[in-house]
């Protein structure tokens, strides 16, 4: 029989783990998260034009999401399915060293850590095995929800196109400015289904996301993919583990909070400007702000990760 699960105490190591461990974090993800950006990089350039997109929208005038890509949008689709893939992969050896290191106390040494061994494949097929069911989940629930909120498929993916290029504007330009309200009132009716489907898949979101917690921690610990031993270990468990990731992603959100409170600080001085020690002092700020967002993601990314290793550990391996 497994045991409880002690709230206090999982928040507060966790919370401790991505502080205190936060140069192991680094050091184990370093080279992933950098290959991972300059691969999400390179694919945002490779579908879309940044410098039509950027005349596109400076003279203002309408245009199709078609006429500021370099590709067609199954090619650009196909892209996107592959790039994911591949970050799943690359990023799975970093949550396993982690989970491993919570879980097990396994130290991986050196500067270094790109792995795809058996625990790495493993939390590689944990993760994607959980994202297709997600995606699974919330798809049905927007295929029901079309139909009863009077809305045809066609305009669904009309509106989804356009809200996307309204986005992808945004990255290439911030001072794009908001869009005009009739483009937004012709947005919402047809993307009101889709947030009804994905409003209403929340529930059951939940409960599948926190009975499968243990599945990918559990995976690398263990030389077997833990789908039913998930199942099994959290049964019972529900309901504090609700418990937990609330109170989680309200200590994590306080977080962001002041760090959002500080950068903007940062970047305020990061923005001086003219000769002399005003630009030495604004390009100073703006290597403290780079500096502060590396830290800050590696720290959120150590919490969440020992967040479910411990998690998985507490309710006992090999149940």
Known sequence: MS???????????????????????????????????????????LIFDAEALKVAIESRESFKMVEVMRVSSFLAFGLMLIVFVFMIAVVSGLLASIYRLVALGEEREGYVDLRFDGPAQRVFWAQLIVTLINVSVMLAFVIIAIPMTGSSFGEVFKSLGAFLLLMQSAMV???????????????????????????????????????????????????????FGSLQITNGHFLSLLGLYLLFGIALMLVGMIYSLVTSVLEQMASLGGAGMLSVVGFLFQGILFALMVAYQVFVIGVQASLNAVVYRELGRDE
């Open 3 to 45: 045991k409880g699960i002690r709230v206090g105490e999982v928040l507060n190591e966790s919370f401790q783990f991505g502080f205190h461990r936060w140069p192991t974090v680094f050091r184990l993800g370093w080279l992933p998260l950098l290959i991972s950006g300059f691969v999400v990089f390179g694919l945002q350039h």
């Open 173 to 227: 330009d911030p001072n794009v400015g908001q869009p005009d309200q009739a483009t937004l009132e012709a947005l919402y009716a047809p993307l009101g289904s889709v947030f009804l489907g994905a409003f209403v898949a929340l529930l059951p979101l939940a409960y599948i996301n926190i009975r499968l917690t243990p599945f990918a921690p559990g995976s690398a610990a263990e030389n077997r993919l833990l789908f």
